[in-house]
């Protein structure tokens, strides 16, 4: 399977877009700390250390976003001699690229989930859901495993993991400083929702043009890998029409950037409260910018064009 140079470029860009927006961040902290600090009579040179902490809290949620994700799906690790085939499958794929044979982890809920995590190629991990098990078939599953060990291949889940954290950690920060009706809301709570906001939008931004790239990315690498783009086509419209659970797993911010389809919900930006008026088509120009995923219908129309072009597994 070829090296994508243009999903290379995409997760560099996105790197560093998302080191800058935290820099940008960090100093706007900074100065709003400093600010109150001069008002209430104390020591400015705290701020900068207010920042400091921020940054650790930040390192920390990377680490916990790269080792967390599977305990909080409550996945478990599937030996091999439990589901043979499923392992012969897998090994097979990620020998066929070149990989070292990634972990297998099942989730316990009917949910369809397929989704790979890690922050390298040999500590990697394809996540299935029990539901996505029972609604493909033999050749539906193989492609769908095959994307995501073209993930794997191209090094993006790695990317993804990291550049996601940010993402979470702001949507959290905001969530926590919410503005509140009451009169007794601290200013500070409207001035640290308002940063977390904007962080959140551009980080989600950049996630999100990285995020489509990689679906694409992989969906080629999966036909390659198995010939067979009309599986994978099956798969996706499969997955497409499965009804959503009230409580989808999926909705997650990680998890459905993850996923080899996310959910109906939980893909953009939340900008619901910003759509009338207006401003209303450019909040939803912005929702469409925040996208982890194309529409199902795009990637089926690629897939057509794939198998008509022959791309298939005797490409290099």
């Known amino acids: 399977m070829k ?78 001699e439990q589901r043979p085939e499923l392992s012969r499958t897998v090994s097979a794929l990620a020998s066929q690229v070149g990989i070292p044979m990634p972990t297998i982890a099942l989730v316990d809920t009917d949910e369809p989930i397929a989704l790979t995590t890690g922050l390298s190629q040999s500590n990697a991990t394809i996540v299935l859901s029990q539901g996505i098990l029972d609604r493909l078939d033999g050749d539906e599953l193989r492609a769908v495993l095959a994307h995501e060990v073209a993930h794997i291949a191209n090094s993006d889940a790695a990317v993804m993991t990291v550049a996601l954290a940010p993402v979470v950690l702001a949507d959290h920060i905001q969530s926590l400083s919410t503005p509140q009706q009451s009169s007794d809301q601290h200013p500070a709570g409207s001035v640290i929702y308002g940063l977390a906001t904007t962080f959140e939008l551009g980080a989600r931004i950049a996630v999100g043009n990285l995020s489509r790239a990689r679906e694409f990315a992989a969906d080629r690498g999966a036909v390659t890998i198995t010939g067979d783009a009309a599986a994978l086509a099956s798969a996706l419209r499969t997955l497409e029409g499965t009804e959503i659970p009230e409580t989808d797993l999926r909705e997650r911010t990680d998890v459905a950037a993850l996923s080899v389809v996310a959910g109906q919900r939980g893909v953009t930006a939340d900008l619901s409260g910003l759509r009338r008026g207006y401003f209303g088509s450019v909040f939803r120009y912005l929702e469409d910018l925040t996208r982890t995923h194309p529409p199902v219908k795009e990637r089926l129309e690629r897939l057509t064009a794939l198998d008509r072009d022959g791309i298939g597994a005797s490409e290099e």
């Open 3 to 80: 090296t994508d140079t243009s999903l290379s470029l995409r997760m560099g860009l996105t790197v560093f877009v998302l080191l800058g927006l935290l820099v940008v961040a960090v100093l706007a902290i900074t100065g709003f700390f400093a600010a109150v600090f001069a008002v209430v009579g104390y020591p400015i040179t705290f701020a900068p250390v207010l920042a400091l902490v921020f940054v650790g809290g930040v390192a920390l949620w990377e680490h916990y976003m790269g080792l967390g994700l599977l305990d909080r799906l409550a996945a478990y690790e599937e030996k091999p």
